[in-house]
């Protein structure tokens, strides 16, 4: 029972700098993992950007040194800021979230409807 909400997405020139914000609400447990993730058609939805609970980070190569994912628990929100976009950005990034109510637990994934994020050239 997990609802993701993103926002922030939009069209912006080579060079530029856009935020995403998603937003979480329902059960969310305390220990969890939050990303986002990236579409274009055609092409496979890819990894960008993950952050635990305890604010670990992990970036895909291509976004490393120009993606900054970050979260605030109290608000149960995650951003994605990025800087000197590329043309190759653009695609409809998604908002995740992987959580387990405890360690031998199955665990769940929620996902969020998606932002669209046009970069031009």
């Known amino acids: 029972q997990v609802q993701l909400v993103e926002s922030g997405g939009g069209l912006v020139k080579a060079g530029g700098s856009l935020r995403l914000s998603c937003a979480a609400s329902?059960?969310?447990?305390?220990?969890?993992?939050m990303g986002w993730y990236r579409q274009v058609p055609g092409k496979q939805r890819e990894l960008v950007a993950t952050i635990t609970s305890d604010g670990t980070t992990n970036y895909a190569d291509s976004v490393k040194g120009r993606f900054i994912i970050s979260r605030d628990n109290a608000k149960k929100t995650e951003y994605l800021q990025m800087n000197s976009l590329k043309p190759e950005d653009t695609a409809v990034y998604f908002c995740s979230l992987l959580q387990r109510r405890y360690l031998w637990s199955r665990a769940d994934d929620y996902w969020g409807q998606g932002t669209q994020v046009t970069v031009s050239s």
């Open positions: 329902g059960s969310i447990f305390s220990n969890n993992t």
